[in-house]
């Protein structure tokens, strides 16, 4: 059974940094893409950034230079650093595995993935 675990999240000041992780058990790891989501107030559920099974990555716009991923497969996490946070960084945010193994693109959209985490929330302010 595929399960997807965050943690990590927290309230931080602006300019402050977190180190979201997301846990993986139940496939075959290194071979589907893992994506990081969030969902702002008021917003739709959006993509962040995410780690395709070759090792391709791909970030929003929004959060290039801030966000970094890292994967280590033999503990099976993907994390996020988050740095430069801004108050409208504040969302729960979710990581999410992708539809198909070896998949040759790995897009930031909630269609391409099947399963999700509970998510962790991130709250940004002074």
């Known amino acids: 059974q595929v399960h997807l675990a965050e943690s990590g999240g927290g309230s931080v000041q602006p300019g402050g940094s977190l180190r979201l992780s997301c846990a993986a058990s139940?496939?075959?790891?290194?071979?589907?893409?893992v994506a990081w989501f969030r969902h702002r107030p008021g917003g739709e559920r959006e993509g962040v950034a995410s780690?395709?099974?070759?090792?391709?990555?791909t970030y929003a716009d929004s959060v290039k230079g801030r966000f970094t991923l890292s994967r280590d497969t033999a503990k099976r996490t993907l994390d996020l650093q988050i740095t430069q946070l801004k108050p409208e960084d504040t969302a729960m945010y979710y990581c999410?595995?992708?539809?198909?193994?070896?998949?040759?693109?790995?897009?930031?959209?909630?269609?391409?993935?099947?399963?999700w985490g509970q998510g962790t929330q991130v709250t940004v302010s002074s």
């Open positions: 780690f395709n099974y070759d090792g391709t990555t």
């Open positions: 999410a595995r992708g539809r198909w193994p070896y998949g040759p693109v790995c897009r930031l959209e909630v269609s391409g993935f099947d399963h």
């Open positions: 139940g496939y075959s790891y290194p071979m589907y893409c």
